[in-house]
């Protein structure tokens, strides 16, 4: 079982930057691929960022690549999101989620509770 925190989230101008951080609870991280996600209103949710459980693996959607760079702490049991070069398409609530095995773009099992990113244009 893992429980899975957010934080960071808030409001920030366009063209700015908002640092997300996910806390997670529970025994063996490091075998777990985590990912963030996000949701605006009326919208699906969809994939932003992927990490392998070693790190080595990365992905990104097309939407954020370039300006998200994902990264996580195994000894702290943490992911983090840098967002820069924020634009108000990107304002959502952002989820971050945990699967067990390799990193895909959907398919995970644990989510936290989301952080809210407003962008002001």
């Known amino acids: 079982q893992v429980q899975l925190v957010e934080s960071g989230g808030g409001l920030v101008q366009a063209g700015g930057s908002l640092r997300l951080s996910c806390a997670a609870s529970g025994r063996s991280f490091s075998m777990y691929a985590m990912g963030w996600f996000r949701q605006a209103p009326g919208k699906e949710r969809e994939f932003g960022a992927g990490i392998s459980g070693s790190g080595g693996s990365i992905y990104y959607a097309d939407s954020v690549k370039g300006r998200f760079t994902i990264s996580r702490d195994n000894a702290k049991k943490t992911v983090n999101l840098q967002m820069n070069s924020l634009k108000p398409e990107d304002a959502a609530v952002y989820y971050c989620?945990?699967?067990?095995?390799?990193?895909?773009?959907?398919?995970?099992?644990?989510w936290g509770q989301g952080t809210q990113v407003t962008v002001s244009s």
């Open positions: 989620a945990a699967r067990f095995g390799g990193v895909v773009t959907s398919d995970y099992d644990y």
